[in-house]
């Protein structure tokens, strides 16, 4: 099994794997990190969420980074602005011991005018989710013309939220780019029409087939009716004491009513809901 110093990245990258405890690559890494440092190449990558390929783009982009090149040279699109943070605090961690990288996360929800100021001072990578830089490009604010590399991650996802529009548009005002690395769970007509109409000759990787959930998962369910639901979740709650896991409820005021009875019985539960800002969402977040 191969290790990350032999796949020939720069050594900043491989010490920073190294502290975060990465031994061996996954197999999405191992097909697709020697494929993109070594050449110039659009790439189609299918790969179930989870499977590391945040890493699998993510340390190529650094590897072939150009800290004399100005302007945006890498961007990555993600469909929702909790993934776009997580992203860039990946991104970051990787190029902890390389000089002078910015990375800068553009999602709506959050300040436009800080993100601007941000973008002013300087960026290599952005990552953003298609709205918010759509938003920033049609603000003048932000300009793609020295883009190489664009990353489509979770593809399949953000053109089943509806951003078909805004990708293409995206695509169409970066055609100095070199190279299109497209990361999805599947395989639907949308993504064919993407690579047929903006990529040039993509490698293919797949490495695990579509729709396949964990192995290790097991199903069950109770059946109750609504006055005592409360009570059963209790007992579930009560008789797995180390659970950790995801409650979800039909409205998001079910979701505000569940997380207040179990917080006031002493369960250590945080509410995630649309209704919440984007600070009480990232609090959420950290609270897991």
Same mark, same amino acid.
């Given at each position: 099994?191969?290790?990350?110093?032999?796949?020939?990245?720069?050594?900043?990258?491989?010490?920073?794997?190294?502290?975060?405890?990465?031994?061996?690559? @996954?197999?999405?890494?191992?097909?697709?990190?020697?494929?993109? !440092?070594?050449?110039?190449?659009? !790439?189609?990558?299918?790969?179930?969420?989870?499977?590391?390929?945040?890493?699998?783009?993510?340390? &190529?982009?650094?590897?072939?980074?150009?800290?004399?090149? &100005?302007?945006?040279? #890498?961007?990555?699109?993600? &469909?929702?602005?909790?993934?776009?943070?997580?992203?860039?605090?990946?991104?970051?961690?990787?190029?902890?011991?390389?000089?002078?990288?910015?990375?800068?996360?553009?999602?709506?929800?959050?300040?436009? @005018?800080?993100?601007?100021?941000?973008?002013?001072?300087?960026?290599?990578?952005?990552?953003?989710?298609?709205?918010?830089?759509?938003?920033?490009?049609?603000?003048?604010?932000? /300009?793609?013309?020295?883009?190489?590399?664009?990353?489509?991650?979770?593809?399949?996802?953000?053109?089943?939220?509806?951003?078909?529009?805004?990708?293409?548009?995206?695509?169409?005002?970066?055609?100095?780019?070199?190279?299109?690395?497209? /990361? @999805?769970?599947?395989?639907?007509?949308?993504?064919?029409?993407?690579?047929?109409?903006?990529?040039?000759?993509?490698?293919?990787?797949?490495?695990?087939?579509?729709?396949?959930?964990?192995?290790?998962?097991?199903?069950?369910?109770?059946?109750?009716?609504?006055?005592?639901?409360?009570? #059963?979740?209790?007992?579930?709650?009560?008789?797995?004491?180390? !659970?950790?896991?995801?409650?979800?409820?039909?409205?998001?005021?079910?979701?505000?009513?569940?997380?207040?009875?179990?917080?006031?019985?002493?369960?250590?539960? @945080?509410?995630?809901?649309?209704?919440?800002?984007?600070?009480?969402?990232?609090?959420?977040?950290?609270?897991?």
């Amino acid at each position: 099994m191969m290790n990350f110093n032999q796949f020939g990245l720069k050594n900043e990258l491989v010490q920073a794997v190294t502290q975060l405890g990465f031994t061996h690559p @996954s197999p999405i890494q191992q097909n697709t990190i020697p494929l993109l !440092i070594n050449n110039t190449t659009d !790439i189609i990558a299918l790969a179930q969420t989870g499977t590391g390929k945040t890493a699998a783009f993510g340390l &190529p982009l650094l590897h072939k980074l150009d800290p004399d090149a &100005p302007g945006v040279q #890498a961007l990555i699109l993600s &469909p929702t602005r909790e993934l776009c943070m997580q992203i860039k605090d990946e991104m970051v961690k990787y190029s902890a011991f390389m000089e002078d990288v910015s990375i800068a996360a553009v999602y709506g929800g959050a300040s436009i @005018s800080e993100q601007i100021r941000q973008i002013k001072r300087g960026v290599d990578i952005i990552v953003a989710t298609p709205g918010r830089l759509i938003d920033l490009i049609d603000r003048r604010a932000l /300009f793609l013309n020295d883009v190489s590399t664009i990353v489509l991650d979770e593809a399949d996802e953000m053109l089943n939220m509806g951003f078909r529009e805004d990708i293409d548009r995206i695509l169409e005002v970066t055609e100095s780019r070199e190279e299109v690395w497209l /990361f @999805s769970a599947t395989m639907n007509n949308d993504v064919r029409r993407i690579a047929k109409k903006f990529m040039d000759a993509p490698q293919e990787v797949a490495v695990a087939r579509e729709n396949v959930g964990n192995e290790n998962i097991s199903h069950q369910y109770y059946v109750t009716q609504g006055k005592y639901r409360y009570e #059963a979740l209790q007992r579930m709650l009560d008789i797995t004491p180390d !659970i950790y896991g995801i409650i979800f409820t039909r409205t998001k005021q079910d979701a505000h009513d569940v997380s207040e009875k179990l917080v006031k019985d002493g369960y250590q539960v @945080s509410a995630l809901h649309g209704d919440l800002d984007q600070n009480m969402r990232r609090q959420g977040n950290g609270k897991i």
